[in-house]
């Protein structure tokens, strides 16, 4: 996907916005007893403290320890596909108690029981979103945008 640190620093932001926004709404979903319009809203609110907190972790911590743990796990010959799904499943075992414990001690009463119980109701929410929804739409988002640019540097790879 991304070939430079421009192109890592803009999929960074997509992946971090779609992943926290999906997890926001699902958090204030459980808060509020359902999904309803003003859900969507409401979960704008947290956006801007959420979104830079996961940026920062991803780019610069969780990325690199990910990739190192999905290659115990699949080798560099295997399908591409497997290996975006493997480093994806290892971002979402790293961030998603990480963003549990942070969004626990910013928005709930902290205590070690709320954050089990916080990431214990966000970590099959996170992998589902992350895998089949998340993931392929930020990688969408991320070719149409630099659509040439990857053309152009396909060609002379």
Same mark, same amino acid.
């Given at each position: 996907? +991304?070939?430079?640190? *421009?192109?890592?620093? %803009? ?36 956006? +801007?403290?959420?979104? +830079? ?7 610069? %911590? ?8 999905? *290659? ?20 979402? @075992? ?26 214990? @109701? ?11 929804? @998340? ?10 945008? *630099? ?11």
């Amino acid at each position: 996907m +991304p070939k430079t640190k *421009f192109q890592n620093v %803009v999929f960074t932001i997509i992946m971090a916005a779609i992943m926290v926004y999906g997890m926001i709404v699902y958090n204030v979903a459980l808060n509020t007893g359902g999904v309803t319009n003003a859900t969507f809203g409401m979960a704008l609110h947290e956006m +801007p403290i959420m979104v +830079p907190i996961a940026f920062i972790l991803e780019f610069f %911590v969780v990325e690199k320890l990910a990739t190192r743990l999905a *290659f115990t796990v699949v080798r560099p010959t295997d399908r591409p596909q497997i290996i975006t799904y493997a480093i994806s499943t290892m971002i979402v @075992c790293i961030m998603c108690p990480t963003m549990s414990l942070i969004a626990t001690l910013l928005f709930k009463e902290p205590s070690l029981g709320t954050w089990v119980q916080t990431f214990g @109701c966000n970590m099959p929410m996170a992998l589902i979103w992350q895998l089949l929804f @998340c993931g392929p739409l930020a990688r969408l988002i991320f070719r149409t945008l *630099f659509r040439k640019q990857l053309a152009a540097q396909a060609r002379t790879a």
